[in-house]
Every structure is written in C-alpha cells, then in structure tokens.
Nanobody
Framework: QVQLVESGGGLVQPGGSLRLSCASS???????MGWYRQAPGKQRELVAT???????KYGDSVKGRFTISRDNAQNTVYLQMNSLEPEDTAVYYC?????????WGQGTQVTVSS
C-alpha cells in the first residue's frame, strides 16, 4: 500500500505563493504523479501531472502560474503555486498512478483570501 502525505497548505493573500509537497511511502520513480483540487460544491479537477519522464500537463486555470516538479530520490512531488487567486481556494490532493492503480493523499487546504 502506498501512502501519500501532503504538506505546505495554508492561508495566503491574493498574489502570494505557496509550495505544496507530497511525500510517498514508496518509490515514485516509474509513477505518474499529480495534483488535483476540489473546491466546496465543485467537482475535483486536474491541477497538474508529471510523467516518469518529466512531461507535464496543467489545468487551463493554472497554466503559467503553477509548476509541478518531482524528486525521485526523495520520493516527493512538488507544486509551486504563484500569483494565487481566491479562485484557487480548495483542498489539494496528491495523486499517484502505478500500473494503472491510483493512490490519493488525504489533502491539504489552500485558502487564498485577504
């Protein structure tokens, strides 16, 4: 069983930055890793994914503001979030896929408010 533990969420003012981390209990070397988010009353949506080779994909609403990266040696994936907007307020979930099996973290709250 893979455990994913997110950290780095919190309260930030509009225009600010946060960096989320997701640490895996197992190797992520061949995994697709990613971040999704869910705001109150809305469906979970893609934020960003990164392949084992480093190819990235972003949701339209975060392109140019968020950057996903991975450190396989640390079994960790990161999400650098810049120019945060109130619309980015949500619970952010770490995601991992290996051999078509999906794993999810418990989520970390990000609140963007003045």
């Amino acid at each position: 069983q893979v455990q994913l533990v997110e950290s780095g969420g919190g309260l930030v003012q509009p225009g600010g930055s946060l960096r989320l981390s997701c640490a895996s209990s197992r190797s992520i070397e061949i995994n697709v890793m990613g971040w999704y988010r869910q705001a109150p009353g809305k469906q979970r949506e893609l934020v960003a994914t990164i392949s084992r080779g480093g190819s990235t994909k972003y949701g339209d609403s975060v392109k140019g503001r968020f950057t996903i990266s991975r450190d396989n040696a640390q079994n960790t994936v990161y999400l650098q979030m810049n120019s945060l907007e109130p619309e980015d307020t949500a619970v952010y979930y770490c995601y991992s896929r290996k051999f078509l099996v999906d794993y999810w973290g418990q989520g970390t709250q990000v609140t963007v408010s003045s």
